[in-house]
């Protein structure tokens, strides 16, 4: 192997490592910042305790990474644990200067230092230091710390980079990149044997959104809105792709919204869905109407089920769906961070127009519509909010 070779390859599995020391005060809120790790896309490959001696070694270390003001507070306990977490779809930050020096690799990262952060000074009248935890920011920096700390592991640790890696990677030609957080899967437009096809490719370790994907599709044969699989792989799938006009039948549109309401038969057509899922004993838990889209020659399709997932029971009712109300604190399944709180009135209402409870039940047409003519003036009142002064004169002059 040449020395070129080795290097891509060294940069290749370091290229996502993150390496995170946890002090002796941060170890209560260890579980916690592991789910925040997994929720954001992060696999931990190794977790150690720092022994005595090392933790004397990291000291200086700490103080020396300290380049910007209050980036983290070395001051107090020492760190005694150790996470090496990768993340197989790194987002990397545009450097604006190659005079600057690099800082970190991985702008998600930042992220979860800030979400922890929240989360263990959430309530706290006292004021919050600027960072509770210490990572490496870098891949040099990361292969420091494990080489000096682990280094009968690294062997390990490369491999399991590696095959994670080899998992997440697309299996067809890649036409256009459709992802947004790309927490669980990445979605692809790809060549598909001579067709385009749309391939979501999930994370490693993320194969239970895949199986629920796969069940939904199971579950929602009967149903002309429920997107059609053309391949189940190990880690991907492959979905027909259909054209999306969704914006074409949004009316009527308040002033100063973003969008315009969805038709009444495709609220209709949602309820059938949430409802037959129900029937079987499942939710839709964080469906939400950027899972819809409208296709001119195959209608209404729902695009996105990983969240679905059996509820306490087989119910013939709207009431209480976990799409549109708050997910009970019992429930133990996997949840998006915002299916807590109910989601209809900010998610579903200003693509509705309507009040809740009157989306349970089936009523005449003309009484929706009325409804919603009325609903327009909330729906104008929050676009005034998010628009300036400047934009309302502009409006008024055209």
């Known amino acids: 192997m040449t020395n070129k070779q080795s290097n891509d390859e060294q940069q290749e599995w370091l290229s996502g490592i ?10 209560a809120y260890l579980d916690t910042f592991r789910n925040l790790l997994d929720h954001y896309g992060f696999n931990v490959l190794c977790g150690v305790p720092i022994e005595g001696g090392q933790q004397q070694a990291l000291a200086q270390w700490l103080i020396d990474d300290e380049q910007e003001p209050g980036k ?5 306990s020492l760190p005694v644990f150790l996470l090496v977490v990768q ?3 790194p987002v990397t930050e545009k450097r604006t200067s190659s005079n600057v020096p690099e800082q970190a690799n991985n702008l998600r990262v930042l992220i979860v230092k800030a979400a922890f952060k929240s989360t263990v000074y959430r309530g706290e009248g006292k004021e919050e230091p600027l960072s509770p935890i210490h990572c490496s920011c870098y ?9 000096t700390l682990i280094p009968e592991l690294i062997g390990k640790i490369r491999a399991a980079a590696l ?3 080899a998992a997440f990677r697309t299996p067809y030609p890649v036409l256009a990149d ?4 790309v927490c669980r899967a990445k ?3 790809v060549d598909f044997h001579g067709t385009e096809a749309i391939c979501k490719t999930f994370r490693p370790g993320r194969e239970r959104y895949l199986e629920r994907e796969v069940k939904a599709r199971e579950l929602g044969a009967p149903l002309p809105e429920v997107s059609h699989l053309l391949e189940i792989g190990p880690h991907y799938l492959v979905f027909e792709r259909y054209a999306n006009c969704m914006e074409h039948i949004l009316s009527p549109r308040a002033p100063f919204s973003r969008h315009g309401l969805l038709p009444i038969w495709t609220i209709e057509r949602v309820r059938a869905v949430i409802l037959h899922y129900r029937s079987l004993g499942y939710e839709c ?15 209404l399709k729902i695009i996105d089920f990983e969240f679905l997932q059996p509820g306490p029971n087989e119910i013939k009712t709207l009431k209480g769906n976990y799409a549109w109300y708050a997910v009970p604190s019992l429930f133990s399944g996997d949840l998006p961070l915002s299916a807590r709180q109910s989601s209809y009135r900010h998610r579903w209402f200003p693509y509705t127009g309507l009040p809740r409870t009157l989306c349970l039940s089936e009523l005449p047409r003309p009484l929706l519509a009325m409804v919603r003519s009325v609903a327009l003036v909330p729906l104008t009142l929050d676009g005034l909010r998010r628009v300036s002064w400047r934009h309302i004169q502009r409006f008024v002059r055209n």
């Open 163 to 165: 095959s994670n890696n």
């Open 139 to 147: 891949a040099s920096q990361a292969l420091e710390y494990l080489s």
């Open 285 to 299: 838990i964080d469906l939400n109407p950027q899972d819809l889209i409208y296709d001119p020659c195959q209608g």
């Open 18 to 27: 993150t390496v995170f020391l946890i002090r002796d005060c941060e170890l």
């Open 72 to 76: 983290y507070s070395s001051s107090g």
């Open 178 to 181: 459709l992802s947004k957080e």
């Open 187 to 189: 979605v692809e437009l």
């Open 87 to 89: 993340d197989v779809h």
